[in-house]
């Protein structure tokens, strides 16, 4: 069995920005969630048996807590703002198990759930479906994966390290060291791409990291310069890698067969009437 769990906060603002903007009689913007519905319902078609999906309810989480420049909703359109509650009731009414988060975000309910489904030994694989490269630390060898469903492509274990350097347990510091511009945080001075992937390739986490770059690998350019930085602001290294990591203690399912998918509810035909789609509820009906 596989189990897919989808990032639905990237998927409604993929689709916000990608079909036309659509209103219903009660003057609700509706056209990304039926762009979202649109594209789960053919996974269902095509076998899907279960499947999840995580969205932030609110765009503020513990993380602002702890750091003041860290994501907000400041800026996000309004219309899609509103389609948030909209798209959690649609899939409700599909029948599909919804995270809708509030203290915590749509990704760590992702990682939360895929390590809790990955435990259970009759599943073969777990799909994350986003291409946040912050999930990527949730990959495990071939067995929790993400998937790109727009490019259609997988990334596992092997295709982590081929796109950033490192091991997955390494993306949080390696997103502290070089900063999350959509997150709000900005990485350290003088750490890019290449210099992080090359330290953490080597040492895994900063802790094991040595003061003395005497000892450090010699391929590693500039050691000196970012040695300095790293132990100069080691309390910002390790604060913005506490919000680069994901929490895996998100209260998301009891087993796994809470996300089996029994088909539509009752409500669902009068949902897609409200996103004006009732070829959908035709469709799942057939399933």
């Not at 009689?25 to 269902?44: D, F, H």
């Not at 390696?174 to 350290?188: C, N, Q, R, S």
Request: proline share 5%.
């Amino acid at each position: 069995m596989e189990v897919f769990l989808i990032d639905g906060t990237y998927e409604l603002f993929r689709h916000f920005f990608a079909v036309p903007e659509a209103t219903n009689a009660a003057g609700e913007e509706i056209g990304a969630v039926r762009g979202v519905l649109s594209s789960i319902l053919p996974m269902l078609e095509k076998g899907t048996t279960h499947i999840g999906v995580a969205t932030d309810h609110v765009v503020e989480s513990f993380r602002n807590d702890l750091y003041d420049g860290y994501k907000t909703g400041e800026g996000v359109p309004p219309e899609l703002m509103s389609q948030f509650s909209i798209l959690e009731e649609a899939l409700s009414a599909l029948g599909v198990l919804v995270w809708p988060m509030v203290e915590f975000e749509a990704d760590d309910a992702l990682a939360a759930a895929a390590v809790k489904a990955a435990a259970d030994q009759t599943v073969d694989r777990v799909i994350i479906c986003t291409p946040d490269k912050d999930l990527s630390q949730s990959v495990v060898g071939t067995r929790i994966v993400q998937m790109d469903r727009r490019r259609q492509t997988i990334r596992d274990e092997a295709g982590v390290v081929e796109k950033f350097g490192v091991m997955p347990q390494s993306i949080p510091d390696y997103l502290a060291l070089v900063g999350d511009t959509a997150d709000g945080y900005p990485g350290l001075p003088g750490w890019g791409a290449k210099g992080a992937a090359s330290v953490l390739a080597e040492y895994l986490h900063f802790e094991a990291i040595p003061k003395d770059v005497k000892i450090w690998p010699s391929f590693i350019r500039g050691a000196s310069k970012l040695a300095k930085t790293l132990f100069d602001n080691w309390d910002d290294a390790l604060l913005f890698r506490r919000l680069a990591t994901l929490r895996l203690d998100v209260p998301v399912f009891d087993t796994v067969e809470d996300l089996r998918w029994l088909g539509p509810t009752k409500d669902f035909a009068a949902m897609c009437d409200r996103i004006k789609s009732s070829s959908l509820a035709a469709r799942a009906a057939k399933i």
